[in-house]
């Protein structure tokens, strides 16, 4: 019974990969650029194109259970390939924005909102894993923080449960492998509220060094932010910051309650991750 793992390249996919082959378990790891793909040894690769399902059929042989990431170019059609070649169950690396209001227009839970539709419209066994905001997303202040820049931030004390990529990876793996999450829907956080200027205070005490922080306008984060990305994508993350600037964050699900495993924290990140922010 082969588990395939979509995105493959990405830092869950790999460390999903690593666990499942670990426990001796035939493992196959999809991407549409295979020959991109660095896998164990015994570990299967195949090319899976959303947008090109004459891959399906190869990539989904003997196939018994998929790790899959929210992708909606072509999925209506993977599912019912999936259906096909006799998959049994699903488990989905959706988004916590899912669950926010008017989600279907909003670009941050779009592609997660889509996918989940397709898998429950389906006859596939399906498990929902909802993380919120990931403690990596702190490596895009390892630019600034290397280079000993203040962190400019319109809502610092906006409030986050940051979970540890690692700790999704668990989940994800108890998912494929056990029966207690089949067809549920899990929000995922950390196990700690912190606002962004207590996490830049963990960075900092973790490197030994200061971090200033410095509150910008609303209208100057929409200027730096959209440099980089698109401005609907800016005014949903501005809008998501703005609203979670009043109180501490919702502790959800955990390794802990889903486990019985404690719950790795921000602060083992950091330090797993202080090399990302040496100066430069």
Known sequence: MTTLITGARGRIGQAIISRLQSAGLTVRAASANPAELTVPDGVDVAELALDRPETFG?????????????????????????????????VLLSSSSVLGPDAENDPLAGHS???ERALAD???????????????????????????MPIQLAYPDAHIAPIH????????????????LT??????????SLTFREQLAVLADTLGRQIPVEQITRAEAEQQMGRHMPAPMVTA?????EAANHGPAVIADTTQTLLGRPARTYRQWARENAAA???H
């Open 237 to 241: 993350l501005l809008d998501l910051w």
């Open 183 to 192: 067809g549920r829907s899990v929000t995922l956080t950390g196990p700690d």
């Open 122 to 148: 389906s006859d596939l066994a399906c498990t929902f894993l909802r993380p919120d905001a990931f403690a990596s997303n702190s490596l895009g202040w390892a630019y600034f923080i290397g280079q000993s």
């Open 277 to 279: 922010f040496a100066r």
């Open 113 to 115: 909102l889509q996918v």
């Open 58 to 90: 190869s990539a989904l042989r003997d196939v018994r259970r998929v790790f899959l990431y929210p992708e909606p170019a072509g999925i209506r059609e993977l599912v019912k390939a999936a259906e096909a070649a006799g998959v049994e169950h699903v």
């Open 165 to 180: 990529p690692e700790d999704i990876a668990d989940i994800a793996v108890e998912a494929l492998t056990g029966t207690s």
